[in-house]
């Protein structure tokens, strides 16, 4: 059976905000396959925001809409700002960084095969972001925001939508 397409408003969606306990980061989740271990989401990142380094398990897209930012591990390949696509191969480590002087809050999609994992100094994972734990985090977010009534997500291998509040138990 065909399911029909999917369209999420980018300005109405709702904002996980402080991701990742970081007050510069603002998550909207757009898409969640588990059994196709992928997921999409638009973050938002403050002017001079540092991320935790990380690596991924299988290959990111990245379409910046705004702002300016860049991974430190690689100064000299240019800086992705607003109309930029950036491809990353699968095992690649990196640490984003805004720009000090993006001027305006950069704002990107990124689509994410595998998981990410998040490093301390020392290279050592010490959390894992992939498809199941994203949309627990972003549903758990939400309800402890008190937001009701949200628009429906495709989740699974299947594709089916589903609301995000009929998923806390996921």
């Known amino acids: 059976m065909i399911k029909e397409s999917f369209h999420a408003d980018l300005e109405t969606r709702p904002w996980a905000e402080h991701w990742a306990s970081d007050p510069g980061i603002r998550l909207q989740l757009l898409m969640a396959d588990i059994e ?3 997921f999409a989401v638009r973050m938002q990142f403050e002017p001079g925001l540092l991320a935790i380094p990380h690596k991924h398990t299988g290959e990111v897209h ?3 809409r705004a702002g300016k930012w860049s991974y430190l591990e690689y100064p000299h390949s240019p800086y992705n700002m607003a109309g930029s696509y950036l491809f990353e191969p699968p095992g690649t480590a990196h640490t984003l960084k805004v720009a000090d002087d993006a001027g305006e809050v950069t704002d ?5 095969y595998g998981a990410m994992l998040h490093l301390d100094e020392g290279g050592n994972v010490v959390a894992v972001t992939d498809a199941h734990s994203v949309i627990s985090e972003y549903s758990a977010f ?3 925001a008190g937001f009701s009534g949200i628009e429906k997500i ?3 291998g299947q594709m089916n939508y589903r609301d995000v509040s009929d998923i806390a138990s996921f």
């Not at 990107?108 to 994410?112: L, S």
Request: no cysteine.
């Open 36 to 38: 196709g271990q992928r």
């Open 62 to 64: 990245a379409i910046t």
């Open 108 to 112: 990107v999609i990124f689509i994410i």
């Open 142 to 144: 939400l309800q402890t």
């Open 154 to 156: 495709p989740i699974g």
